[in-house]
């Protein structure tokens, strides 16, 4: 893996920016289309920030510079049979650590594994007004000072710069097994509802095309016994496509959502879309046919445009646009939160 | 010193058995768990309804007077201990568990809640809320929630940030905010992450929806006794290395272990120099693997006994040891002073030898009781606070220790928070600029920092006047000098 510090560049990039009241929207290696949405201002890149600061195996962390692609990242873990437990999307081998907190999206393990920001254990950013700054550490315990690390996940680059970030690793399960079935949507929600209260070695859930997919990882004894129970055949489902937004499904076209709840959805004009469940019922994609979004009938539930639509407007209230001034009091960087 | 103006006009807001003014009455709250450090609040309000907490913040915004937000007062960091001149604002009296939902596993609770009952209020269904501080049988989920405390079980499950999901915070500008859910996403910034460990600094948490977790169906502990400290240590990270997470990996030393053993008579081997304790669980065959697994690594890292309980029983007899290891501690010394240093995993042995060479120069004794998986220590300083000086040198050695802890890359604070105990420990960790952008993101909650004024979060000035002993990231000012 190369080895290059671009931290002085990056840094007084924004010290620039900051002075002349320029605009910055920060890129990682461009994997994600959304990035491209932010008009009239210069893009600043991570790409030739990269490489691993300090890998110890024992200690189940990383620190990285946010530069490096997840890809590599992965191989050099996984060489210690080690893995990020979030499962972040690669984008085809593009995507970069830096982009993924960035981002905060977790993988088909969330519910099971945690999310993203859970497995952030500290971050070095420079703010806008091209401060270094610390915050967390490497450590899995750490209570000192707000948890400003954990808030750059999902903060979309419109806080600062990453410049790097120390995350906790897990081992890899050392058995996963698929298996699939025809099912309904409903007697697929009852299935997976049944496994969230009893102890099993279910590790990712999806729902789509009338097959129900479960994922069991973890000790060779306990997946044998958790798959062992049913007379389902081993499915060869890609988890690596669902996780990377690479199913034919999310290729085509159409406006697509990305909605969070609490469990099943019951959608109006059903008909009318095309729909993919993850999480255990509580993460929906759901394809339309025109730019609205689709209407949740039963529980409530949070719509993110995710492709093919416009970018909705920076988070709003009044407390999330201090906490942006917070960090960057002259808007050098990007205001809009993609999710 | 607030007017009686002030009180008359708070009174007139609140039902009066919640207000309480006199000086005698007062007195019970003026501590928390941080018991060496003691300040009578203005007022305490036991407040009994989320509208209670909105009237104290109004009035407090209005008239400009600070508010400390008590849970029950377990804390170890003097968080909640309360501010001269300040409403010392109690909530313990909503301690109602709303819903448990079963379908989203989440149970949503009030915050004086004890944390213990959540896990008893679910047990019959199979299953329980992980995070388990020492205190867990008092201590309350929003305390837990405002310390992001953790417990005997991190490595695996997680601190109180893993196990929340959603929250009802009342800012003192008088706004409600509803953050996270039964979902586990939610769009704009992770505001939740922000709250948890804040210390109460940025609003009043009125409303908690943890997670619930299937308890496992099997449990061992396994007990390995070792000759040498640094043996023990390097076990735990040969544990991790092997690619194994227990539930709980806890060490002990010789002082701990003499101590619990004559307080408690667990049956420890009172000869090893050091004890890990290592919990294991999950289903039969995977827990049955892994003690064997985890009992052939203790013995290659030369321990001379290893010890596995099976059954419950034979579990909670490993554990009372170490669940007795502080009052145990409270019996061999008239006082001591818990410790919270983090550090990474290798660097245990070395920070256990300078605790070791801190304890002769200051010639009061440690015993050590740590989550060693997380590499969470808590060296309990020994000392008798009736002897002239010997309270000034047991927090001197403290904060000697929170600076190595900090040099070897750690942290000053792993699961009890800074508080006021350790403020000025807060200068090493952080720069100016640092935490200048900490004292921007208070005011974005909090305009004219009333709440918790002087906790968690240093001034500038206090730093540069504790500048002299200023250690920051390892750079030490003659960095060529031992130093012990």
């Known amino acids: 893996m190369s080895d290059l510090d671009d931290s002085r560049h990056l840094q007084s990039a924004v010290e620039h920016a900051s002075a002349g009241s320029e605009g910055i929207s920060i890129v990682g290696h461009g994997s994600k289309p959304q990035s491209a949405n932010a008009a009239q201002r210069s893009f600043m890149s991570t790409e030739d920030h990269r490489g691993i600061i300090e890998y110890r195996p024992d200690e189940l962390v990383v620190t990285v510079r946010s530069g490096t692609p997840l890809a590599e990242l992965n191989e050099v873990i996984a060489a210690n049979g080690q893995m990020f437990a979030f499962e972040p999307p690669l984008y085809g081998g593009r995507g970069t650590i830096g982009g993924a907190i960035a981002s905060g999206l977790s993988g088909p393990g969330r519910p099971w594994y945690g999310s993203l920001r859970e497995s952030l254990l500290g971050v070095e950013i420079v703010n806008g007004l091209g401060q270094r700054l610390k915050f967390g550490g490497k450590v899995i315990k750490n209570v000192a000072g707000f948890d400003v690390s954990r808030l750059f996940a999902g903060s979309w680059g419109t806080l600062g710069v990453i410049l790097s970030a120390s995350l906790r690793l897990w081992p890899m399960p050392k058995t996963t097994q698929t298996v699939s079935r025809n099912c309904s949507d409903v007697d697929a929600f009852q299935i997976v509802s049944e496994y969230r209260r009893k102890p099993s070695t279910l590790s990712g859930t999806c729902y789509m095309d009338g097959h129900l997919h479960l994922r069991f990882s973890g000790a060779a004894p306990s997946v044998e016994a958790d798959v062992g129970d049913g007379s389902e055949q081993t499915g060869s489902f890609s988890w690596s496509l669902l996780r990377d ?95 | 010193m607030p007017n009686d103006f002030a009180l008359d006009l708070l009174r007139s807001k609140l039902p009066s058995h919640t207000v309480i003014a006199d000086r005698y009455q007062v007195e019970p709250f003026e501590t928390d768990g941080l018991t060496a450090i003691r300040q009578k609040p203005w007022v305490v309000v036991l407040a009994e309804s989320v509208a209670q907490v909105r009237t104290v913040l109004g009035f407090c915004r209005e008239c400009r007077i600070p508010v400390v937000t008590r849970g029950a007062g377990t804390g170890l960091s003097g968080g909640a201990r309360p501010n001269e001149g300040a409403v010392l604002l109690v909530l313990t009296k909503m301690n109602r568990i709303l819903e448990i939902d079963l379908d989203s596993c989440t149970a949503t609770v009030e915050p004086g809640v004890t944390n213990l009952s959540i896990s008893e209020a679910v047990k019959d269904e199979g299953l329980f809320y992980a995070p388990d501080p020492s205190s867990q049988i008092a201590c309350s989920i929003g305390g837990n929630v405002a310390e992001n405390s953790g417990g005997v079980h991190c490595l695996k499950y997680g601190l109180t940030l893993h196990n929340v999901v959603g929250l009802k915070v009342q800012t003192i500008e008088g706004d409600e905010l509803v953050l996270g859910g039964k979902g586990y996403d939610s769009p704009g910034y992770d505001l939740m992450a922000l709250y948890v460990g804040s210390e109460g600094m940025l609003g009043v948490v009125t409303e908690v929806t943890v997670k619930l977790l299937p308890m496992p169906t099997h449990r061992f502990v396994l007990l390995g006794a070792f000759n040498r400290l640094e043996d023990a240590g390097d076990c735990v990270a040969g ?30 081997p009172t000869e090893a120099e050091a004890i890990l304790l290592c919990e294991l669980d999950g289903c039969l065959a995977e827990v049955e693997h892994q003690a064997s697994q985890v009992e052939s690594l203790m013995r290659s890292f030369n321990a001379f006994d290893v010890d596995t309980a099976k059954d419950s029983e034979q579990c909670e007899r490993l554990w009372r040891g170490r669940k007795a290891a502080f009052p145990a501690a409270g019996r061999i010394a008239p006082d001591y002073y818990c410790m919270d240093g983090t550090i990474p995993r290798h660097e245990i042995g070395r920070v256990l030898r300078s605790i070791a060479s801190l304890s002769e120069k200051y010639g009061l004794a440690v015993a050590n009781v740590f989550h060693a998986g997380d590499g969470n220590l808590h060296p309990l300083i020994l000392y008798d606070a009736s002897v002239r000086d010997e309270q000034r040198k047991a927090e001197e050695f403290g904060g000697e220790i929170l600076e190595r802890c900090v040099l070897a890359g750690g942290t000053i604070t792993g699961e009890h928070g800074v508080g006021i105990e350790k403020i000025d420990q807060m200068c090493s960790q952080f720069n100016n600029d ?34 002299g002993m200023h250690v920051h990231r390892g750079q030490l000012p003659h960095p060529d000098l031992e130093r012990f």
């Not at chain 1, 929906?284 to 093919?308: C, G």
């Not at chain 1, 988070?315 to 942006?324: D, I, M, V, W």
């Not at chain 2, 709440?451 to 500048?467: D, F, H, Q, V, Y």
Request: net charge negative; charged share 25%.
């Open chain 1, 245 to 339: 937004h690479a199913l034919d499904f999310f290729e085509e076209s159409s406006p697509l959502w990305r909605i969070s709840l609490n469990r099943g959805a019951f959608f109006e004009n059903a008909d009318e879309l095309s729909i993919v469940t993850e999480w255990g019922g509580s993460l929906v994609w759901a394809k339309t046919e025109s730019q609205d979004p689709p209407t949740v009938r039963n529980t409530s539930h949070q719509i993110s445009a995710f492709r093919h639509l416009p970018t909705q407007p920076s988070s709003s209230g009044k407390y999330a646009e201090r906490l942006k001034q917070a960090f960057d009091p002259k808007g050098v960087f990007s205001s809009s939160l993609v999710l």
């Open chain 2, 239 to 268: 544990i991790v290395s092997e690619g194994l997470v227990p539930a709980g990996l806890e060490m002990m030393d010789k002082l701990a272990i003499h101590a619990v053993e004559e307080f408690a008579n667990v049956g420890y």
């Open chain 2, 434 to 467: 640092e935490l200048d952008q900490f004292h921007r993101l208070r005011t974005v909650f909090d305009r004219f920092e009333l709440m918790n004024p002087g906790k968690a979060i240093p001034t500038l000035a206090r730093c540069s006047e504790i500048g």
